[in-house]
Protein backbone atom coordinates (compact mmCIF):
# COMPACT_ATOMS: atom_id res chain seq x y z
CA UNK A 1 0.00 0.00 0.00
CA UNK A 2 0.61 3.91 -0.11
CA UNK A 3 1.99 5.56 2.55
CA UNK A 4 3.61 8.99 4.13
CA UNK A 5 6.65 7.71 5.91
CA UNK A 6 8.46 10.23 8.46
CA UNK A 7 12.25 9.64 7.91
CA UNK A 8 13.63 12.63 9.73
CA UNK A 9 13.61 16.61 10.29
CA UNK A 10 11.08 18.00 7.62
CA UNK A 11 11.64 14.71 5.85
CA UNK A 12 8.58 12.56 4.60
CA UNK A 13 8.63 10.17 1.57
CA UNK A 14 5.50 8.51 -0.02
CA UNK A 15 6.58 4.76 -0.46
CA UNK A 16 4.98 1.49 -1.12
CA UNK A 17 4.75 -0.23 2.54
CA UNK A 18 3.77 -3.85 3.07
CA UNK A 19 0.23 -4.31 4.80
CA UNK A 20 1.23 -6.91 7.88
CA UNK A 21 -0.76 -9.72 8.98
CA UNK A 22 -3.12 -9.06 11.74
CA UNK A 23 -2.38 -9.93 15.59
CA UNK A 24 -5.24 -11.74 17.60
CA UNK A 25 -7.58 -8.79 18.40
CA UNK A 26 -6.00 -6.27 15.73
CA UNK A 27 -8.35 -4.97 13.29
CA UNK A 28 -7.60 -3.23 9.61
CA UNK A 29 -9.10 -0.11 8.53
CA UNK A 30 -9.06 0.66 5.18
CA UNK A 31 -9.37 4.81 5.63
CA UNK A 32 -12.04 7.03 4.35
CA UNK A 33 -11.02 10.63 5.69
CA UNK A 34 -7.38 11.57 7.36
CA UNK A 35 -6.79 14.96 8.33
CA UNK A 36 -3.44 17.04 8.92
CA UNK A 37 -2.66 18.51 12.39
CA UNK A 38 -0.93 21.15 14.42
CA UNK A 39 0.88 18.44 16.08
CA UNK A 40 2.28 16.12 12.82
CA UNK A 41 2.93 19.78 11.54
CA UNK A 42 5.43 19.86 15.21
CA UNK A 43 7.24 16.38 14.14
CA UNK A 44 7.12 16.95 11.04
CA UNK A 45 10.01 19.97 11.56
CA UNK A 46 11.38 18.24 14.48
CA UNK A 47 11.54 15.15 13.15
CA UNK A 48 10.26 13.11 15.72
CA UNK A 49 7.82 12.91 18.48
CA UNK A 50 9.52 11.46 22.34
CA UNK A 51 6.60 10.15 23.05
CA UNK A 52 4.05 9.22 19.98
CA UNK A 53 6.77 8.87 17.14
CA UNK A 54 10.50 7.72 16.30
CA UNK A 55 11.61 7.82 12.92
CA UNK A 56 11.06 5.65 10.23
CA UNK A 57 7.82 5.43 11.05
CA UNK A 58 4.21 5.85 8.88
CA UNK A 59 3.12 9.34 9.21
CA UNK A 60 -0.45 11.11 10.42
CA UNK A 61 -3.11 10.34 13.46
CA UNK A 62 -6.37 11.83 11.95
CA UNK A 63 -8.55 9.59 10.64
CA UNK A 64 -11.68 7.62 9.81
CA UNK A 65 -12.85 5.16 7.88
CA UNK A 66 -14.10 1.48 7.46
CA UNK A 67 -12.99 -2.16 8.61
CA UNK A 68 -10.97 -3.96 6.23
CA UNK A 69 -10.01 -7.12 8.35
CA UNK A 70 -10.64 -8.38 11.58
CA UNK A 71 -8.50 -10.81 13.37
CA UNK A 72 -10.87 -12.66 16.80
CA UNK A 73 -9.10 -12.49 19.87
CA UNK A 74 -9.53 -13.87 23.52
CA UNK A 75 -11.10 -10.73 24.97
CA UNK A 76 -13.86 -10.33 27.85
CA UNK A 77 -17.11 -11.94 25.87
CA UNK A 78 -18.43 -8.52 27.23
CA UNK A 79 -16.49 -6.93 24.27
CA UNK A 80 -18.85 -6.55 21.04
CA UNK A 81 -17.33 -8.38 18.56
CA UNK A 82 -16.39 -6.06 15.24
CA UNK A 83 -17.21 -7.02 11.40
CA UNK A 84 -15.79 -6.44 8.54
CA UNK A 85 -17.53 -3.31 6.50
CA UNK A 86 -18.51 -1.02 9.90
CA UNK A 87 -17.79 2.46 9.45
CA UNK A 88 -15.57 3.49 12.34
CA UNK A 89 -13.34 6.22 13.44
CA UNK A 90 -10.44 5.27 16.03
CA UNK A 91 -8.40 7.46 18.25
CA UNK A 92 -4.35 7.75 18.11
CA UNK A 93 -3.90 6.37 21.93
CA UNK A 94 -5.26 3.84 24.39
CA UNK A 95 -4.36 4.08 27.94
CA UNK A 96 -2.90 0.57 29.81
CA UNK A 97 -5.95 0.86 32.38
CA UNK A 98 -3.52 -0.29 35.45
CA UNK A 99 -0.97 2.19 36.23
CA UNK A 100 -1.23 4.78 38.91
CA UNK A 101 -2.47 7.24 36.79
CA UNK A 102 -4.87 5.29 35.19
CA UNK A 103 -6.10 4.00 38.85
CA UNK A 104 -6.70 7.72 39.41
CA UNK A 105 -8.96 8.31 36.78
CA UNK A 106 -6.31 10.35 34.78
CA UNK A 107 -5.90 8.34 31.75
CA UNK A 108 -4.47 10.88 29.35
CA UNK A 109 -1.12 10.80 32.42
CA UNK A 110 -0.87 6.98 31.67
CA UNK A 111 2.14 6.05 32.36
CA UNK A 112 1.99 3.49 29.05
CA UNK A 113 0.24 5.29 26.70
CA UNK A 114 0.01 3.45 23.41
CA UNK A 115 0.53 5.70 20.09
CA UNK A 116 -1.06 5.02 16.92
CA UNK A 117 0.34 6.37 13.81
CA UNK A 118 -0.15 5.96 10.03
CA UNK A 119 -3.31 7.86 9.28
CA UNK A 120 -1.53 9.07 6.01
CA UNK A 121 -1.96 5.58 3.90
CA UNK A 122 -4.68 3.60 2.08
CA UNK A 123 -4.71 1.59 5.27
CA UNK A 124 -3.90 0.87 9.22
CA UNK A 125 -3.41 -1.69 11.46
CA UNK A 126 -5.25 -0.96 15.09
CA UNK A 127 -3.75 -3.08 17.88
CA UNK A 128 -6.06 -5.10 20.00
CA UNK A 129 -5.91 -2.26 23.08
CA UNK A 130 -7.01 0.51 21.30
CA UNK A 131 -9.77 -1.84 19.70
CA UNK A 132 -10.43 -2.32 22.64
CA UNK A 133 -10.86 0.83 24.35
CA UNK A 134 -10.60 3.67 21.80
CA UNK A 135 -12.52 2.03 18.41
CA UNK A 136 -15.75 3.71 17.49
CA UNK A 137 -18.76 3.03 15.65
CA UNK A 138 -20.31 5.76 13.79
CA UNK A 139 -23.73 6.93 13.01
CA UNK A 140 -24.90 5.74 9.08
CA UNK A 141 -25.47 9.57 8.86
CA UNK A 142 -21.29 10.74 9.99
CA UNK A 143 -19.20 11.47 7.38
CA UNK A 144 -15.52 10.11 7.24
CA UNK A 145 -14.10 13.96 7.39
CA UNK A 146 -16.39 14.71 10.52
CA UNK A 147 -15.54 11.39 12.13
CA UNK A 148 -12.02 12.16 11.87
CA UNK A 149 -12.23 15.20 13.84
CA UNK A 150 -12.90 13.45 17.27
CA UNK A 151 -9.22 12.73 18.36
CA UNK A 152 -8.22 16.75 18.44
CA UNK A 153 -11.41 17.36 19.51
CA UNK A 154 -11.42 15.14 22.64
CA UNK A 155 -8.59 17.00 23.59
CA UNK A 156 -10.27 20.05 23.23
CA UNK A 157 -13.52 18.59 25.41
CA UNK A 158 -11.22 17.95 28.19
CA UNK A 159 -9.26 21.08 28.26
CA UNK A 160 -13.23 22.66 28.81
CA UNK A 161 -13.68 19.85 31.33
CA UNK A 162 -10.65 20.73 32.99
CA UNK A 163 -11.41 24.65 33.03
CA UNK A 164 -14.71 24.40 34.16
CA UNK A 165 -16.41 26.25 31.47
CA UNK A 166 -19.91 26.89 31.70
CA UNK A 167 -22.87 29.40 30.96
CA UNK A 168 -22.28 33.02 31.13
CA UNK A 169 -18.40 32.75 31.40
CA UNK A 170 -16.31 35.54 29.57
CA UNK A 171 -13.59 33.46 27.45
CA UNK A 172 -10.29 34.79 25.71
CA UNK A 173 -9.44 32.19 23.57
CA UNK A 174 -5.68 32.93 22.17
CA UNK A 175 -5.01 31.25 18.79
CA UNK A 176 -7.37 30.92 16.34
CA UNK A 177 -6.51 27.56 15.32
CA UNK A 178 -7.99 24.42 14.60
CA UNK A 179 -7.75 23.74 18.18
CA UNK A 180 -8.40 27.43 18.97
CA UNK A 181 -11.34 27.18 16.40
CA UNK A 182 -12.52 24.03 18.50
CA UNK A 183 -12.59 25.86 21.68
CA UNK A 184 -14.82 28.58 20.85
CA UNK A 185 -17.59 25.94 19.40
CA UNK A 186 -17.50 24.44 22.48
CA UNK A 187 -17.51 27.34 25.06
CA UNK A 188 -20.40 29.06 22.67
CA UNK A 189 -22.12 25.96 22.94
CA UNK A 190 -22.13 26.00 26.95
CA UNK A 191 -23.23 29.44 26.30
CA UNK A 192 -20.04 31.51 27.21
CA UNK A 193 -19.05 35.01 25.63
CA UNK A 194 -16.47 34.02 23.69
CA UNK A 195 -13.42 36.23 22.26
CA UNK A 196 -10.45 35.35 20.15
CA UNK A 197 -7.16 36.46 19.79
CA UNK A 198 -5.13 35.29 16.43
CA UNK A 199 -3.85 36.43 13.04
CA UNK A 200 -5.14 35.31 9.26
CA UNK A 201 -7.95 37.04 8.32
CA UNK A 202 -9.64 33.86 7.11
CA UNK A 203 -9.22 31.93 10.64
CA UNK A 204 -10.82 35.17 12.41
CA UNK A 205 -14.13 34.74 10.42
CA UNK A 206 -13.85 31.44 11.13
CA UNK A 207 -13.99 32.48 14.72
CA UNK A 208 -17.20 34.87 14.27
CA UNK A 209 -18.56 32.09 12.19
CA UNK A 210 -18.29 29.75 15.02
CA UNK A 211 -19.85 32.08 17.76
CA UNK A 212 -16.88 33.89 18.80
CA UNK A 213 -18.55 37.50 20.13
CA UNK A 214 -15.25 39.46 19.21
CA UNK A 215 -11.79 38.99 17.65
CA UNK A 216 -8.55 40.53 18.44
CA UNK A 217 -5.73 40.34 15.16
CA UNK A 218 -2.63 40.48 16.83
CA UNK A 219 -0.90 42.09 14.09
CA UNK A 220 2.30 40.95 12.53
CA UNK A 221 4.45 42.01 15.22
CA UNK A 222 2.26 39.00 17.31
CA UNK A 223 1.88 41.09 20.79
CA UNK A 224 -0.81 39.31 22.08
CA UNK A 225 -1.32 41.94 25.23
CA UNK A 226 -0.71 44.87 23.53
CA UNK A 227 -3.43 43.97 20.87
CA UNK A 228 -6.02 42.81 23.58
CA UNK A 229 -5.79 46.26 25.60
CA UNK A 230 -6.16 48.29 22.63
CA UNK A 231 -7.97 50.92 23.44
CA UNK A 232 -8.83 49.53 27.19
CA UNK A 233 -6.77 50.62 30.25
CA UNK A 234 -8.95 48.79 32.53
CA UNK A 235 -8.48 45.32 34.40
CA UNK A 236 -8.79 42.29 32.56
CA UNK A 237 -12.36 41.02 32.30
CA UNK A 238 -12.11 37.84 30.90
CA UNK A 239 -13.35 34.71 33.78
CA UNK A 240 -10.95 32.27 31.32
CA UNK A 241 -7.70 32.72 29.36
CA UNK A 242 -7.34 29.47 26.96
CA UNK A 243 -3.86 29.44 25.64
CA UNK A 244 -4.12 27.35 22.31
CA UNK A 245 -0.54 29.03 20.88
CA UNK A 246 2.17 26.54 21.72
CA UNK A 247 4.69 30.00 22.25
CA UNK A 248 6.06 30.83 25.93
CA UNK A 249 4.95 34.29 25.10
CA UNK A 250 1.46 33.19 24.68
CA UNK A 251 1.92 31.86 27.94
CA UNK A 252 3.41 34.86 30.05
CA UNK A 253 0.44 36.98 27.83
CA UNK A 254 -2.46 34.55 29.35
CA UNK A 255 -1.63 35.48 32.78
CA UNK A 256 -1.73 39.16 32.34
CA UNK A 257 -4.91 38.90 30.38
CA UNK A 258 -6.98 37.17 33.26
CA UNK A 259 -9.34 39.07 35.66
CA UNK A 260 -8.75 38.54 39.61
CA UNK A 261 -9.98 35.12 40.67
CA UNK A 262 -9.52 34.12 36.82
CA UNK A 263 -7.92 30.74 35.98
CA UNK A 264 -5.74 29.97 32.67
CA UNK A 265 -5.37 26.44 31.19
CA UNK A 266 -1.68 26.47 29.43
CA UNK A 267 -3.19 24.12 26.88
CA UNK A 268 -1.07 24.65 23.70
CA UNK A 269 2.27 22.29 23.95
CA UNK A 270 5.47 24.69 23.48
CA UNK A 271 8.31 23.59 22.30
CA UNK A 272 11.00 21.19 24.12
CA UNK A 273 13.32 23.03 26.74
CA UNK A 274 11.74 26.51 26.41
CA UNK A 275 10.57 27.97 29.80
CA UNK A 276 8.27 30.81 31.08
CA UNK A 277 8.29 33.73 33.39
CA UNK A 278 5.73 34.62 34.86
CA UNK A 279 4.69 37.62 37.59
CA UNK A 280 4.35 35.92 40.99
CA UNK A 281 3.29 39.15 42.64
CA UNK A 282 0.01 38.97 39.91
CA UNK A 283 -0.86 34.90 40.53
CA UNK A 284 -0.39 35.40 44.34
CA UNK A 285 -2.35 38.86 44.82
CA UNK A 286 -5.24 37.95 42.32
CA UNK A 287 -6.14 34.82 43.43
CA UNK A 288 -5.26 33.11 40.23
CA UNK A 289 -5.64 29.43 38.59
CA UNK A 290 -3.57 28.13 36.71
CA UNK A 291 -3.39 24.57 34.50
CA UNK A 292 -2.37 22.33 31.66
CA UNK A 293 -4.30 19.94 29.89
CA UNK A 294 -3.06 17.29 27.65
CA UNK A 295 -4.08 14.82 25.75
CA UNK A 296 -7.49 12.72 26.06
CA UNK A 297 -9.30 9.49 27.61
CA UNK A 298 -11.83 7.37 26.82
CA UNK A 299 -14.89 8.79 27.59
CA UNK A 300 -13.62 12.32 26.22
CA UNK A 301 -13.07 10.79 23.02
CA UNK A 302 -16.64 9.07 23.21
CA UNK A 303 -17.86 12.99 24.25
CA UNK A 304 -16.59 14.26 21.12
CA UNK A 305 -17.86 11.92 19.08
CA UNK A 306 -21.23 13.10 20.04
CA UNK A 307 -20.35 16.24 19.93
CA UNK A 308 -20.08 16.00 15.72
CA UNK A 309 -22.45 13.49 15.21
CA UNK A 310 -25.16 15.83 17.07
CA UNK A 311 -24.07 18.68 14.60
CA UNK A 312 -22.17 20.68 16.72
CA UNK A 313 -18.70 20.18 15.80
CA UNK A 314 -18.38 19.59 11.62
CA UNK A 315 -15.66 19.21 9.01
CA UNK A 316 -17.04 21.97 6.89
CA UNK A 317 -16.26 24.80 9.54
CA UNK A 318 -12.33 23.53 10.43
CA UNK A 319 -11.67 21.58 7.43
CA UNK A 320 -10.42 23.97 4.33
CA UNK A 321 -8.14 22.25 1.79
CA UNK A 322 -7.69 19.05 0.52
CA UNK A 323 -4.82 17.37 -1.41
CA UNK A 324 -3.93 13.78 -2.39
CA UNK A 325 -1.67 11.53 -0.44
CA UNK A 326 1.25 11.97 -3.18
CA UNK A 327 1.22 16.06 -2.35
CA UNK A 328 1.27 15.52 1.16
CA UNK A 329 5.37 16.15 1.11
CA UNK A 330 4.80 19.11 -0.46
CA UNK A 331 1.88 20.32 1.57
CA UNK A 332 3.84 19.78 4.69
CA UNK A 333 6.69 22.07 3.31
CA UNK A 334 3.90 24.98 2.25
CA UNK A 335 2.42 24.45 5.97
CA UNK A 336 6.15 25.06 7.55
CA UNK A 337 6.86 27.92 4.88
CA UNK A 338 3.81 29.86 6.77
CA UNK A 339 0.60 27.98 5.20
CA UNK A 340 -2.72 29.51 6.83
CA UNK A 341 -5.07 26.77 5.75
CA UNK A 342 -6.71 25.49 9.24
CA UNK A 343 -7.27 21.81 8.15
CA UNK A 344 -6.60 19.48 4.89
CA UNK A 345 -8.15 16.27 3.78
CA UNK A 346 -5.60 13.68 2.43
CA UNK A 347 -7.10 12.14 -0.07
CA UNK A 348 -5.39 8.64 0.52
CA UNK A 349 -6.73 6.99 -2.57
CA UNK A 350 -4.33 9.47 -4.84
Known amino acids: MKAAVLHGKEDVRLEAVSERPLAPGEVRIR ?24 PPAVFGHELAGEIAEVQSSKLSVQVQPWAVGERVVVANSAPCG ?5 ERGQQSLCDDLLFLNGAYAESIVVPARLVEKN ?14 LTEPLACVVQGVEDSQLAAGQRVLVLGA ?16 EVT ?34 QGNT ?5 DVVIEAVGK ?25 GTSVSLDTGLIHYSNLTLRASFHHTPRTIRRALEFIESGVIRAADFVDGECSLSELPALFARMTAGNRVVKTFVDVTR
Not at 98 to 102: G, L, S
Not at 200 to 213: D, P
Open 98 to 102: DCDAC
Open 248 to 272: PEAWEAAVKLVRKGGSVNFFGGCPA
Open 31 to 54: IGAALTCGTDLKVFKRGYHAKMIV
Open 234 to 238: SAPQF
Open 135 to 148: LLRLKTGTSFRDAA
Open 177 to 192: GPIGLMFVALAKNLGC
Open 196 to 229: VAGRGEARLAAAIRLGASAVIDVGSEGDIVKAAR
